[in-house]
C-alpha cells in the first residue's frame, strides 16, 4: 500500500493521481446527497414523466462512441480510473520517474483507457438498461397525479417543464405542461391535473396553499 501510494504521487503520476481523487470526490459527494447524480451531467433534458432526467452530454456520448444510456458521470469514471491504473503500472515498470517523459505515455494510456471502458461499458449499459426499465415498470407515473409539485423548469402548454414532488423526503422530478394560455414559473407550487401517456406529462395547474 505504501508503495502504491508513493508511486501515485510521484511527478510521473500526479496528474492522473488527481484526476483520479477529484472523480472519487465527486461520487462522494453524490453518496453523501449534496448533488443530484442525473443533474451533474450538463443540462437537462426532459425525457420521461416520472425521475428520468437525461442530458444532451449523455445522448451525444452514447450515439458517438456508443455507450448505450451509461450515464456521462458512470464512462467517465471508469475511463479516469483505468487511465491511472494503466500510467502507474506503465510508469513503474519503466522506472520513469519523470513528468516529461510521463506525458509521452499519456496518450497511449488514454487510448488504452478508452478501448478498455468501451469493452467494459457493454455488459454494463446492459445491467443499467434493465434495472431502468425494473424502475419504470415498479413506478406508475399516473399515481402523483393530485400531487403537489415545486416548478423547478419553467413550463407552458407548448414546452415540457419539470416539477419536483416530496415523497417520504425523496424528490421525485415529473414532467409538467400548463393548460392553453398558461404559464408555471420556476418556483411556484402546481397541482398536478392529470398525466398525458403519449407525451409523457403532466397537466398541472397553479396551487394555492393559502385555498
Known amino acids: 500500500m505504501n508503495e502504491l501510494l508513493t508511486e501515485s504521487f510521484k511527478n510521473s503520476n ?22 443530484d447524480l442525473e443533474m451533474l451531467s450538463g443540462d437537462a433534458e426532459l425525457d420521461k414523466g416520472h425521475v428520468e432526467v437525461e442530458t444532451d452530454s449523455d445522448s451525444i456520448l452514447g450515439k458517438t462512441f456508443d455507450f448505450g444510456d ?5 464512462v467517465i469514471s471508469f475511463f479516469v480510473l483505468f487511465f491511472w491504473m494503466i500510467t502507474i503500472l506503465t510508469n513503474y515498470y519503466l522506472g520513469n520517474s519523470s513528468l516529461f517523459f510521463a ?30 426499465l425494473n424502475t419504470e415498470e415498479a413506478e406508475t407515473v399516473s399515481d402523483y397525479t393530485g400531487a403537489i409539485c415545486m416548478v423547478f423548469v ?37 397541482l398536478l391535473i392529470e398525466y398525458i401517456k ?10 394555492d396553499s393559502e385555498r
Request: aromatic share 10%; no cysteine; charged share 15%.
Open 103 to 132: 506525458l509521452i505515455i499519456y496518450l497511449p494510456a488514454i487510448i488504452g483507457s478508452f478501448i478498455v471502458t468501451r469493452i467494459i461499458s457493454i455488459p454494463l449499459a446492459k445491467i443499467y438498461s434493465l434495472l431502468k
Open 154 to 190: 419553467e413550463a407552458t402548454s407548448e414546452r415540457n417543464g419539470q416539477g419536483e414532488i416530496n415523497r417520504n423526503g425523496d424528490p421525485i422530478r415529473v414532467n409538467i405542461r400548463t393548460y392553453p394560455g398558461k404559464q408555471m414559473l420556476k418556483g411556484s407550487s402546481a
Open 198 to 207: 403519449g407525451g409523457d406529462y403532466y397537466i398541472a395547474e397553479p396551487y
Open 70 to 74: 451509461l450515464p456521462i458521470a458512470i
Open 14 to 35: 500526479l496528474p492522473v493521481t488527481i484526476l483520479l481523487l477529484l472523480v472519487l470526490f465527486y461520487w462522494v459527494i453524490n453518496l453523501i446527497g449534496i448533488f
